[in-house]
């Protein structure tokens, strides 16, 4: 497997799967990361490709003590891929210590961690009414920001991964103004939009519809613009609003719903 590696991404849905072929995990807020551990080399990359291993040096040192044999993490399995191992990685309440929970890591894996390692596994389910508990009793609390539906009979698969990984987050219904797009001004894919609290972020894929409606009213503008994750956009006036949801967490996710 080549450095770097793409990362699967859950389909945003308004409610959780059912059947006998379902896990249920929490989603924590936090920096999505994949920790590869070869031979006596540890590495961590950021969602995007960045090797971010001086940053979180620290979980990059917990790193050390998992086993590096692809037998562990086998391409095969529906948990994950081999050799590396999904992360959700976040600050702790104090100082500069920080907490990784490892995505569904295998038991032999956790048997060769010490007691006192920040990689901690993530609470899973494969009760529905178990899953709904945790998501209508710990939003915002410890860091819950949701649930990730994962089908145990799919193997892991990089990019969105349509029905094999679903997820519902706690989110609000708000107003935000259109800052730039991607895409053709004919055809834009995704809006970069402010939020009330000054915020800017890429919103996810536009569906065809909106996307239409959405093209009638952007006055493209010289230049280019970035979001404040450096999402690259093309600038755009015009006074769009447009209402979104937006996730209640510091990163902001949004899906515009409708054009105002």
Not at 109 to 135: C, G, H, K
Not at 215 to 229: D, E, I, M
Request: hydrophobic residues 40%; charged residues 20%; glycine residues 8%.
């Amino acid at each position: 497997m080549d450095w770097p590696v793409s990362v699967a991404l859950a389909q945003s849905v308004s409610e959780l799967p059912t059947g006998t072929d379902w896990s249920y995990e929490m989603k924590l807020d936090g920096h999505r990361m994949i920790m590869w551990r070869t031979g006596d080399r540890v590495r961590l990359q950021a969602r995007s490709g960045r090797d971010v291993t001086t940053a979180w040096g620290d979980l990059g040192l917990a790193g050390h003590h998992l086993p590096s044999a692809p037998a562990t993490w086998p391409p095969s399995s529906p948990r994950t891929a081999s050799p590396s191992t999904p992360c959700n990685c976040r600050p702790a309440t104090s100082g500069r210590a920080r907490t990784a929970s490892a995505a569904q890591p295998s038991p032999n894996l956790l048997a060769e961690l010490p007691a006192n390692t920040p990689i901690q596994a993530v609470s899973a389910t494969t009760d529905r009414d178990t899953a709904l508990t945790w998501y209508n009793t710990l939003h915002n609390k410890h860091g819950v920001e949701g649930i990730v539906a994962k089908r145990t009979t799919s193997p892991y698969r990089a990019g969105r991964t349509g029905t094999s990984w679903l997820k519902i987050r706690h989110a609000d219904t708000i107003e935000a103004t259109v800052a730039g797009f991607t895409g053709t001004a004919r055809k834009p894919r995704a809006l970069a939009v402010q939020l009330p609290d000054g915020r800017v972020a890429l919103s996810q894929r536009l569906t065809t519809a909106l996307a239409a409606a959405v093209a009638l009213r952007l006055v493209p503008q010289p230049g280019r613009a970035s979001t404040k994750a450096g999402d690259a956009c093309t600038p755009a006036g015009g006074d769009i609003v447009v209402e979104v949801v937006a996730g209640t967490t510091r990163h902001a996710v949004v899906t515009v719903v409708r054009l105002r």
